[in-house]
């Protein structure tokens, strides 16, 4: 049971721990706080914050899962910028090398655009790489292209490490998890949209994920949904209802699993009322 970080005013590793997850999926945008040339150097006041969250998530007992997340140069033009991609995670990787295993890092948050495929397969395992270096060992988390869609586990060609998490990330139905999206075009069109958790609702998912099933079982990897939830713009029945039974289907299939996210607009906690939305917080932790 998992919750992805984000800030508040008070000590969000603490809240997260305290109500009784195990995990904090923290997502970094190292790429705007790093030179645009080599050697790509890292800005030093990032890694002292990451540095925090690494020391908070150990002290609370939390696994850390250090991500990269929204390298928008990366999804348009991957070729040039697979070096930078690359001297990022080398600094990563030895800045946290002597962090215990309860520090995973996770390679690219969601691969989309011009970053198809055939790409991400041959850039992949340069990744892996340059993380080993300073890392022989430590899991490292690997997804799919098409914002690490559930339905493009079969595309992923794996190196050979004993040590690769795959993750994928579930939204569907979409005009109701995305219902009055700002950043969604089209998506006002969509609210009053429900989730009741009729059987063709719940086939839809629990066939999607026998398929995901089938595929870890068949490659030997473990699973791991890295983001679901529905917006705030959802009635929270509905969010409730269905965040629970995405839980649980994971949970019946040996997926682990980290909501999107702690406290903005898919939110599980309140922050301008200091408070847990509570029927999200149940449907994840039953």
Request: net charge negative.
């Amino acid at each position: 049971m998992k919750a992805n970080g984000d800030c508040n005013s008070q000590n969000p590793i603490a809240l997260i721990a305290e109500a009784g997850f195990d995990n904090v999926r923290v997502p970094i945008r190292w790429s705007t706080h790093a030179q645009s040339t080599p050697p790509f150097q890292i800005e030093e006041k990032l890694f002292e914050r990451v540095d925090w969250v690494i020391e908070q998530a150990k002290a609370n007992g939390l696994v850390a899962v250090i991500n990269m997340h929204h390298y928008e140069e990366m999804m348009s033009d991957p070729t040039g910028h697979t070096e930078r991609f690359l001297a990022l995670w080398r600094q990563i990787a030895e800045r946290y090398k002597d962090e215990p295993e309860s520090v995973i890092f996770e390679l690219l948050n969601e691969p989309n655009g011009t970053l198809n495929a055939n790409l991400w397969n041959k850039i992949l395992p340069q990744a892996l790489a340059a993380v080993r270096e300073s890392n022989p060992t430590r899991a490292i988390i690997v997804g799919p292209v098409q914002w690490n869609s559930i339905g493009y586990l079969y595309t992923l060609q794996l190196p050979k490490d004993p040590n690769l998490i795959v993750t994928f990330h579930y939204y569907e139905p979409f005009q109701f998890t995305h219902q009055g999206a700002e950043w969604v075009n089209g998506a006002n069109a969509w609210m009053g949209t429900t989730w009741d958790g009729n059987a063709s609702q719940q086939a839809a998912i629990t066939t999607a994920f026998d398929t995901a099933a089938k595929w870890t079982a068949k490659n030997k990897r473990p699973l791991y949904m890295g983001e679901f939830g529905a917006y705030s713009k959802a009635d929270m029945a509905s969010r409730a209802l269905w965040t629970a039974f995405l839980a649980q289907a994971a949970k019946e299939r040996d997926i682990s699993f980290s909501y999107w996210e702690f406290g903005a607009g898919f939110g599980v906690y309140d922050r301008a009322a200091n408070r847990w939305n509570e029927e999200l917080l149940q449907a994840l932790l039953q």
